[in-house]
């Protein structure tokens, strides 16, 4: 038995994906509903960014189906902190802010470090030592992004075993591809779409990730999002590799589509001419100002 994999993209809200993914009649407002019936999950990127109310988590949940997952990322400056004291305040500002109401739907927390944090024993094990395991009941899995030098060490690999975190797979020539065997989840982070392809990624290399995922499954949970590259076809290739995994989410569109009414126009009789009107010009129109 395989266990769970959940196949995403980063964020819901893209304007060139309401000509690639969104069909007309889905609003902005009912773009994450739509989304999270066709995908299985969604990397949320505004939190590295920007805090969030309770109540905005609760309303994720409540608007997505039962199996949806969202992945967070960290606050940026959460991963920049440099003494115990430091970390723990700044870690426990993002994690306080409500992410629990999330519930059952909370995925993997993603801590991205900037690229010029190179592997130091000593700061790492610091870092995650002040990540809680669980918070309200709820487990948290961490995950740690690392895009310097020196992180393909046993020592490495060794803590993210010891405190229960992972790292991240990044599928990017610029960055490590970093996998972590002991861990007992898996996060992938694939960064190189390319417009020309139709899903993204050629039919060769979606079927490679699907081995990718397949692999990892039989042995942890896996979580694979389609980040950056040509952003607009990832939409595709996410359901691309859905369908080559044999996990397409069964979807009603009418559930979420509204077609658009087009409105009806009232016939209108002809006024009768009169000498006044017969022989007064038609008036020029002003020309439409360009926006």
């Given at each position: 038995m395989t266990n769970a994999i959940r196949?995403?993209?980063?964020?819901?809200?893209?304007?060139?994906?309401?000509?690639?993914?969104?069909?007309?009649?889905?609003?902005?407002?009912?773009?994450?509903?739509?989304?999270?019936?066709r995908l299985t999950a969604v990397e949320v990127n505004a939190t590295y960014y920007s805090s969030f109310k309770p109540e905005t988590f609760a309303k994720w949940r409540d608007e997505t189906p039962d199996n949806f997952v969202f992945s967070l990322k960290a606050h940026r400056f959460s991963t920049v902190r440099k003494t115990r004291e430091d970390m723990q305040k700044s870690t426990g500002m993002f994690l306080d802010q409500g992410i629990t109401q999330l519930k059952h739907?909370?995925?993997?927390?993603?801590?991205?470090?900037?690229?010029?944090?190179?592997?130091?024993?000593?700061?790492?094990?610091?870092?995650?030592?002040?990540?809680?395991?669980?918070?309200?009941?709820?487990?948290?899995?961490?995950?740690?992004?690392?895009?310097?030098?020196?992180?393909?060490?046993?020592?490495?690999?060794d803590l993210l075993t010891k405190h229960g975190a992972t790292v991240v797979?990044?599928?990017?020539?610029?960055?490590?591809?970093?996998?972590?065997?002991?861990?007992?989840?898996a996060v992938a982070r694939l960064m190189q779409s390319k417009e020309g392809e139709a899903s993204g990624y050629s039919q060769k290399e979606i079927g490679r990730f699907a081995t990718l995922a397949q692999g990892w499954a039989a042995k942890k949970d896996v979580f694979m999002f389609f980040i950056s590259?040509?952003?607009?076809?990832?939409?595709?290739?996410?359901?691309?590799?859905?369908?080559?995994?044999?996990l397409t989410p069964e979807f009603d569109p009418s559930t979420i589509v509204q077609a658009k009414k087009t409105p009806?126009?009232?016939?209108?009789?002809?006024?009768?001419?009169?000498?006044?009107?017969?022989?007064?010009?038609?008036?020029?129109?002003?020309?439409?100002?360009?926006?």
């Open positions: 196949v995403g993209v980063g964020g819901w809200s893209f304007d060139p994906w309401e000509e690639t993914f969104y069909p007309p009649g889905v609003s902005k407002a009912k773009q994450l509903q739509y989304m999270s019936r739907k909370l995925g993997p927390i993603n801590w991205q470090f900037p690229e010029t944090r190179k592997f130091d024993p000593d700061y790492f094990a610091m870092f995650l030592s002040v990540l809680p395991k669980e918070k309200d009941g709820l487990r948290l899995r961490h995950a740690l992004e690392v895009r310097g030098q020196g992180f393909d060490a046993p020592a490495f690999y797979y990044a599928e990017d020539d610029d960055f490590p591809k970093l996998r972590h065997v002991g861990g007992d989840f590259g040509a952003k607009e076809r990832n939409p595709a290739a996410a359901m691309a590799l859905q369908d080559a995994l044999g009806q126009m009232k016939p209108v009789a002809p006024k009768k001419a009169t000498a006044k009107t017969s022989l007064k010009a038609p008036a020029k129109k002003a020309p439409a100002k360009k926006k």
